[in-house]
């Protein structure tokens, strides 16, 4: 079995897929399965995911149907992984550090008590040009200070131990955005958590990103998931007043603009 499972999935992103991919491929750790879920893309991504289909770790999955949302195609590929952990990728970002998969898995096997391990990140536009970079907390202290009232973590920058994210129900289905939040959240309550002071990911901000089309979706769902865990992680109050202000903030601006 492969130590690591790279997570995939993707739907008519083939103009960013073969970048994600060759980001895979530069990695110095190669212990590795790469799993690409297609939703029914109507784009050449087929023709993209062929030409990497020689190397063995690779496998393409291509469902005749779109799935009803993205939290139920990450539970197909999260069951279907083999790893030890699980890494990842979302099919229009990058890896920008060779050396990123390296680094956390000799982390998380030398800390038993850690489930989750992800790093910073560097803001690129369409074009793969950088528009701006951070940093998320590092540690477990201060993750779990903060973590109610932001997310500390981008998803294509973590890797978390499978058997957990399993036992504790995997993706929640029921949330259309979000769904990343709510299982680092229950991926918390069972062991500690950290960034790495490094950046590890290129992530891509562009028109058709759910963080842009979806913003105020987004922020309402992260309401209903703070509340779920407002006794697992402290200063509730004070994070949910300031999403709630974040929310009539982008509610008014929308009808100005209007």
């Known amino acids: 079995m492969p130590t690591v499972s790279i997570n995939i999935i993707t739907y008519n992103r083939a103009n960013y897929l073969k970048e994600a991919i060759e980001s895979i491929l530069r990695q110095s750790f190669t212990d590795w399965e790469l799993l690409i879920l297609d939703g ?3 784009d050449n991504t087929s023709e993209v995911v062929a ?3 020689s190397d063995q770790r690779i496998k393409y999955i291509r469902l005749t149907e779109r799935t009803p949302n993205i939290p139920v195609a990450r539970n197909i590929i ?8 699980v890494a990842v990728l979302d099919s229009d970002d990058v890896w920008c550090d060779d050396r990123k998969l390296a680094k956390q898995i000799k982390f998380l096997n030398e800390h038993q008590d ?14 793969s040009q950088e528009t701006g970079r951070y940093l998320n ?9 903060s973590i109610l009232s932001k997310n500390q973590f981008a998803h294509s920058s973590v890797v978390y131990r499978r058997a957990v994210a399993l036992e504790v129900g995997r993706y929640n ?4 955005i979000g769904e990343d939040y709510d299982l680092f959240l229950r991926l918390g309550r069972q062991g500690k958590v950290m960034n790495f002071p490094e950046y590890f990911l290129s992530y891509r901000v562009h028109s058709g990103s759910i963080c842009v089309a979806d913003w105020l979706t987004g922020l309402s769902n992260n309401l209903l998931i703070i509340k779920k865990y407002r006794n697992d992680y402290p200063y509730y109050v004070f994070a949910y007043l300031r999403r709630l202000v974040r929310i009539i903030g982008g509610q008014l601006l929308s009808l100005v603009k209007k």
């Open 40 to 42: 029914a893309s109507t």
């Open 137 to 145: 907390l590092g540690t477990d202290k201060q993750i779990r200070g």
């Open 51 to 53: 030409e990497f289909l």
């Open 173 to 176: 289905e029921a949330l259309s």
């Open 78 to 85: 999260l069951q279907q992984s083999q790893g030890e952990y």
């Open 114 to 127: 850690y489930v989750l391990a992800g790093g910073g990140v560097i803001l690129i536009n369409s074009d």
